[in-house]
């Protein structure tokens, strides 16, 4: 590496110091790829780590995470959804050199387009009215997620004018735009609580939807809808003698769950300090030690209420409902609104959308079910497939994470199981598992 010229010794040494370095192993673990990471700890690097392995849909079969308040070390087990190792090199590659580098920013892929921030009460039939206000406005939706979470929706939605091509730009149009969607969201009954702006930051999409929702309070809302039954069972416990909490998870498993927990609590202002992630068939156990950036910890019974309801909604809120529908076709004008006016003529509620356009052709997935949160009628999503058309739009199962035993599984601890264990004997475990001890007994 070449130093600018005006760098002394000491200014170097801090730099090698706070650049983390990266280390991939594929020899060590017989069912996965360690991820390996030290450096300095600072507020958020956590969470950029694991956005960087979300970002690539990989699996986190387990995490290690150990702090001593000024250098850390993180480890993750992952694999691809497949429960195979990962081997491209291009990939080993690219994760070593966004790890070793600051990833906070939202994906280049999204410069040049116009950015919506939309919340409101979800209803059956809102996005369809959306979209429609959008594709009557001449705008062009690139790129958007849709995010539902009790009777609330949230939406990040990426556009660019459908004549020329470029940015919006003009302010009254913009103004326009905003003021038509605040219509739509406020419906009959939500007058207050409907918001549309237009989005100049560059937070990544999925930590900025968490912010968004958990800014409407979200968690705090009674659920309009029927929910899934298989809700996370979170406690938060303090460990005085060490002036930690310590926060327990245990539910079902899914990619990016780690990166919904670090991202909540990242953006409560609670620092990790160590953690452990493991998963076991379809289930996970998520054990987190925090404390307040002033390095307190949770203080009141009425502050762990809070980060309970909110741990829980940050699950949630991505928690796969209803069924998978693949749309893929050629993008053209009005497409999203056709599509999603078909499926409110057909009383079907989306509960989470992901759009994308690539090359030309509409790439999005719907996650439909009747109007109050009910499986959709297998001859009702036949019929929608027949209108739209069998060959551009699909039934599509959810995507698996296969969990193969490893060659030594560790016992999951149960809720109170915190309290029970020294920090000195969560840091050799964690020592044990990086493989830099031959025991941690």
Known sequence: MEWPTYLDEYEKLIIRMSTPRVMIDNAGCSNATRVMIDSARKHGILLEAVQVLMDLNLSIKKAYISSDGRWFMDVFHVTDLNGNKLTDESVLSYIEQSLETAHYGRSKSFEGLTALELTGTDRVGLLSEVFAVLSNLHCNVVDAKVWTHNGRIASLIYLKDNDSGSPIADSQKLEVIEAMLRNVLKGDNDIRSAKTSVSLAVTHTERRLHQMMFADRDYERTPIIKTSDDSPVVSVQNYLQRDYSVVNIHCKDRTK????????????????????????????????????????????????????????????????????????????????????????????????????????????????????????????????????????????????????????????????GAMLLSIGSLVRRNLYNLGLIKSYS
């Open 257 to 416: 769950l780690l990166f919904d927990v670090v991202c909540t609590l990242t953006d409560m202002e609670y620092v990790v300090f160590h953690a452990t992630v493991d998963t076991s068939g379809d289930r996970a156990s998520l054990e987190f030690f925090i404390k307040h950036m002033d390095g307190t910890p949770i203080s009141s019974e009425a502050e762990k209420q809070r980060v309970i309801l909110c741990l829980q909604a940050a699950i949630e809120r991505r928690a796969s409902q209803g069924v998978r529908l693949e749309l893929c076709a050629s993008d053209r004008k009005g497409l999203l609104a056709d599509v999603t006016r078909t499926f409110r003529e057909n009383s079907l509620n989306v509960t989470r959308a992901e759009i994308s356009t690539r090359m030309d052709t509409a790439l999005n997935f719907f996650y439909v079910t009747d109007a109050i949160g009910n499986p959709a009628d297998p001859k009702i999503i036949e019929s929608v497939r027949q209108s739209i058309g069998l060959s551009n739009l699909k039934v599509k199962e959810l995507p698996l994470i296969y969990h193969q035993k490893g060659e030594r599984d560790e016992p999951t601890m149960g809720t109170g």
